[in-house]
Each structure stands twice: as structure tokens, then as C-alpha cells.
Nanobody, 127 residues
Framework: QVQLVESGGGSVQAGGSLVLSCAAF????????MGWFRQAPGKEREGVAS????????YYADSVKGRFTISQDNAKNTLYLQMSSLKPEDTAMYYC????????????????????WGQGTQVTVSS
């Protein structure tokens, strides 16, 4: 089992920045890739960014390319999401996810490609 704990959410004005963190505990050696997802009220959960453990590959949703950066500190078993130029439409609950499912890289932003989830952290962007 892998446990994930997110932190760093909050409220910010449009154009501002936030950094989300996700600490991983447990059998982290089994994890092949990790990602960030978000879900706004009344909408489906969507993939934001994903990274291969070891950093060989990163993947981003078109809506966040050039504004968000996913990174990891393997020594600390921590995943990060740096968010800049935030927009009101970025408002959502953000979830950290990890996977030992070995899904294709073409599916790294699909929720079904992940089997471990954090509890979420709220990000609110005001105009």
C-alpha cells in the first residue's frame, strides 16, 4: 500500500502562483509514475500532469502547459506541482495520485491508470 498526503492548497488571485506538495509513504518502491488531477464541482476528474518516477518523462494537459510544472524529490518521496499564471478556471480540488499499474505513457493523464490517491487539497483562484 502507498499513502499520499497533499499540502499547499489555498486561495490566490488570478495571475498568482501556488506550489502543491504530495508526500508518499509505504511501499513507494512499487510506484512507476505519479500525477496530479483536479476536480471542479459538477465536473469529472481530469489529469493535470504526470511524471515517471526518476523523471524520464513528464506529461501535461493542454490547459496547463507552460503554466504548471511537475517535479519530484525522490530522496524525500515528495511530488510537487508548481502552478503559475493561475486562472479562475483552475479552481478545483487537486489530488495527488500514484500508480503501480504500468499503464502506457499515452494514458498517464487518465484517472483509471492510477491505484493510489490522496485526500485532495483545495485551490481557489479569484478574478
Amino acid at each position: 500500500q502507498v499513502q499520499l498526503v497533499e499540502s499547499g492548497g489555498g486561495s490566490v488571485q488570478a495571475g498568482g502562483s501556488l506550489v502543491l506538495s504530495c508526500a508518499a509513504f509505504g511501499y513507494t518502491y512499487s510506484v512507476d509514475y505519479m500525477g496530479w488531477f483536479r476536480q471542479a464541482p459538477g465536473k469529472e476528474r481530469e489529469g493535470v500532469a504526470s511524471i515517471d518516477v526518476g523523471g524520464a518523462g513528464t506529461y501535461y494537459a493542454d490547459s496547463v502547459k507552460g503554466r504548471f510544472t511537475i517535479s519530484q524529490d525522490n530522496a524525500k518521496n515528495t511530488l510537487y506541482l508548481q502552478m503559475s499564471s493561475l486562472k479562475p478556471e483552475d479552481t478545483a480540488m487537486y489530488y495527488c495520485a500514484a500508480s503501480s499499474l504500468r499503464a502506457s505513457r499515452f494514458r498517464r493523464l487518465a484517472p483509471e491508470a492510477y491505484n493510489y490517491w490522496g485526500q485532495g487539497t483545495q485551490v481557489t483562484v479569484s478574478s
